[in-house]
């Protein structure tokens, strides 16, 4: 059984039990940098996280990205954090991530709705098609301004229909590679597609209200 105690760098040569402390003096050892009591923090929080964001995120693989991002934030921002109570900041960090991460997945399948739907021979008038011409230049102004790679992902996504499984076949990049730069364009996209689906925008808000 490993031994609890471990020498606390706030106060050198003092031994301390770290699972026996509370969070508030968790979070005053971690603003000094004190890896022990961040690793005490990750032990004791991240399956509570994993199940929160479990119930509403399918992908495995992007749960784990939410829970370790909260963490690597909480330990990059470790000085400059005011929390009063570490439960509740961290259960609102995963919060906000699933419903963020949400709302860029509704949003990336609804503009390949409203881009199939205004290129479809059924759609020829002026006013739709120059919608539809308005949108794909913003689209493109946006998109230049990415990253080559996370361009190149999101436009054999999104232009050549290319599943995620198909894309990282042929670029021989893992599969949770494709989903990062894919939620990093629509991260990027989703302000100014706001301007054109605002009903999605409202019913993202109402989401966040009522859960």
Known sequence: MPNPYAYNSFNPGTLVNYKSLPDEML?????????????????RYWKKLYSIARRKVE?????????????????????TLRIEHLEAYLFT???????????????????ADYVVDFSSEAVNTTDEQLKLNELMSVVEKQLNDLPHKTQQIFRLNRLEHQSIKEISSRLKVPERTVEYHLSQAIKTLRVYLRDYLPALVYACLSWLSVH
């Open 59 to 79: 992908s495995v693989e992007i749960v784990e990205e939410i829970v370790q991002d909260i963490f690597l934030k909480l330990w990059e921002r470790r000085s």
């Open 27 to 43: 979070l005053v050892y971690l603003r000094t940098g004190d890896e022990l009591a961040f690793r005490t923090i990750y032990q």
């Open 93 to 111: 960090a995963v919060r906000y991530a699933i419903i963020n991460h949400i709302k860029a997945t509704i949003i990336h399948e609804k503009y």
